[in-house]
């Protein structure tokens, strides 16, 4: 790099340095400083495949996958972003309450002609300068403040003005507390509890749908195990088949057999060799699918890196103790956040209806006023005791100040303002609009929680029809292996034909893809219980992190 580029990266660095070292310096700066640049959510990048390869092979389980699913799917990303939204608008229902300082400076000058001598100059000349700061907030649930500064400097070149030039300043205090409508400020709260609890319906919905695709890529876990595991009894099968064709050759040798008897064992070994290349092709595209879950896709040294699945179908998950179909049930209502957000709408609906009805209410408010003023500048004519002459008093800002804040010249009082709505056709129907929403939300609970009961009692179906499915297809998976072997002796001994062996042998290959079946079934049936008992995370050990509001 030149002199010149090195010397440009130092400037860079000292400014950030510099900005840095402000921030930290000046508190109130750094958070006037983050208002402009808030920490922002940024695009993360796919993380943590590397701790996973393996002599150069991405070696994954299920709880590990699942990890990476989490992690870098897009999809949950995606899902995850809605709760920042919902949180920003959190931060946007702030803004009632936000304090306002306004800072305003007037200056205007005037000249007329005059038509009365009592004018005391044919041409009236005016300047006013006038600044005022005013600060207004609204105090939570409490009343809404208004504090007012002003000071305003006159002058003329009219001969009457006792004080010319002229310092007035005024100081207001104005404290409105609403009495009927809108007490507590329930209007002015009511986007904010709202934002609120839609946060809470937000984050409650995203940990539902991410419960959801962690479901369904488990079960494509799952698949995928099963298509490798169809490999395997494919590469039984055609082994049984070489065997049956490489007797059958020796015997064509011999003499035994004839060249039309060695046809039907060829024929079975060229489709066992179809079934095989076609079941290696369904497992690479289930490997791939995993890929791109996980973000493996993305990465050129992952892109084509083979990847080898550890578990087996065959041993039971880990912790895995269902529950009695009653508490099943009950813990499923209690905790699935599907159930929560429905009855957090209800809410919402609930607080809608109070703000309609409020806002057909009479509005009263209780307001009180303090305040002073105070007066200076140069003051002309005065007559001295001696001599009767007249001599200039001058004066400004500090005696009108000095006044101000003496409190020489103070005001106070209060008032009553009452507003009576004589029709409210908007809150009316705003009321109505409320009301109907509420039962719609609530038949919508309902249906959410028959779903829920639904879903637990399905699953619970399906992991008993898969246990019994497991124990049925390994009964059958030891009968079809002796009825083979028997099958095997019987053609040694030529009482039986090929034909009869092959179709034996086929029989145990459909047997074993139905116990794998079975076996994947069942692992898949458990990640649906775990899906309808809200279990899922829990029994994986993962942990939603959602963003912190005010």
């Known amino acids: 790099m030149s002199r010149g580029g090195w010397r440009a990266l130092a400037l860079v660095a000292a400014a950030g340095a510099a900005r840095l070292a402000w921030c930290d310096s000046f508190p109130l700066l750094g958070s006037y400083e983050r208002r402009f640049h808030p920490d922002t959510v940024v695009e993360r990048d796919v993380d943590g495949l590397e701790q996973r390869i393996q002599n150069g092979k991405l070696v994954l389980n299920l709880k590990t996958f699942l990890a990476l699913v989490l992690k870098n799917s897009t999809g949950i990303l995606l899902t995850q972003l809605d709760v920042y939204t919902a949180a920003d608008a959190i931060t946007s229902a702030f803004a009632p309450f936000d304090p306002q300082v306004l800072f305003q400076f007037n200056a205007q000058r005037s000249v ?76 002015i709260r009511a986007p904010l509890m709202v934002a609120r609890t ?49 007797r059958d050759r020796q015997s064509l040798d011999l003499g035994a057999i004839s060249k039309l008897d060695i046809l039907q064992s060829q024929s079975q070994v060229a489709q ?68 929560s957000a429905a009855g957090r709408r209800v809410g919402v609906d609930e607080l809608n209806a109070r703000v309609a009805r409020d806002q057909m209410t009479p509005r009263l408010d209780l307001s009180l006023q303090a305040g002073s003023s105070g007066l200076g500048g140069n003051q002309l004519p005065v007559v001295l005791p001696v001599g009767g002459t007249t001599s200039l008093v001058t004066g400004g800002l500090g005696d009108s100040l000095y006044q101000l804040f003496g409190f020489s010249s103070p005001y106070y009082g209060f008032s009553l303002t009452l507003g009576i709505p004589v029709r409210s056709s908007a809150a009316q129907a705003s009321l109505t609009d409320a009301l109907v929403n509420r039962v719609r939300d609530r038949y919508s609970q309902r249906q959410i929680e028959q779903q829920v009961i639904l879903d637990v009692e399905t699953a619970n179906r399906q992991l008993d029809l898969a246990q019994a499915s497991v124990e049925a297809a390994k009964t059958s998976r030891d009968l079809s292996q002796q009825n083979v072997d028997a099958e095997q002796m019987k053609y040694q001994l030529g009482t039986v034909t090929a034909f009869e062996l092959l ?32 279990t899922t995370l829990d029994d994986l050990g993962f942990v939603l992190e959602s963003p912190r509001v005010r």
Do not use: C
Request: aromatic content about 8%; overall charge negative.
């Open 112 to 187: 007329q002609q005059e038509a009365a001598q009592t004018s005391g100059t044919e041409s009236l000349s005016d300047l006013e300068q006038t600044s005022t700061a005013s600060y207004s907030q609204v105090l939570g649930a409490g009343p809404t403040v208004t504090a007012g500064f002003n000071a305003t400097r006159s002058s003329s070149n009219s001969p009457f003005n006792f004080f010319n030039p002229s310092v007035a300043t005024g100081l207001n205090l104005t404290v409105t507390q609403p009495l009927l409508q809108n007490r507590g400020n329930l209007q």
């Open 503 to 534: 179709t034996a042998q086929s029989q145990l290959a459909t047997v074993e893809a139905s116990l794998v079946n079975a076996y994947v079934d069942y692992q898949k049936a458990v990640v649906a219980y775990r899906r309808a008992t809200w």
């Open 272 to 339: 066992r060799k179809l079934d095989l290349i076609q079941g290696r092709y369904a497992y690479q595209q289930a490997l791939d699918g995993l890929r791109q879950l996980i973000g493996a896709d993305l990465k050129p040294n992952t892109l084509g890196m083979e990847i080898v699945l550890e578990d087996d179908p065959r041993e039971t998950p880990a912790g895995f103790h269902p529950l009695p179909l009653g508490e099943a049930i009950a813990k499923a209502r209690r905790d699935r956040p599907e159930l």
């Open 198 to 246: 839609q946060f809470r319906i937000v984050t409650e919905q995203s940990q539902a749908q991410i419960a959801t695709t962690i479901a369904n890529a488990a079960g494509q876990y799952w698949e995928a195990i099963r298509a490798r595991e169809n490999i395997r009894v494919l590469e039984q099968s055609l082994d049984l088949a070489q065997k049956s064709y490489e």
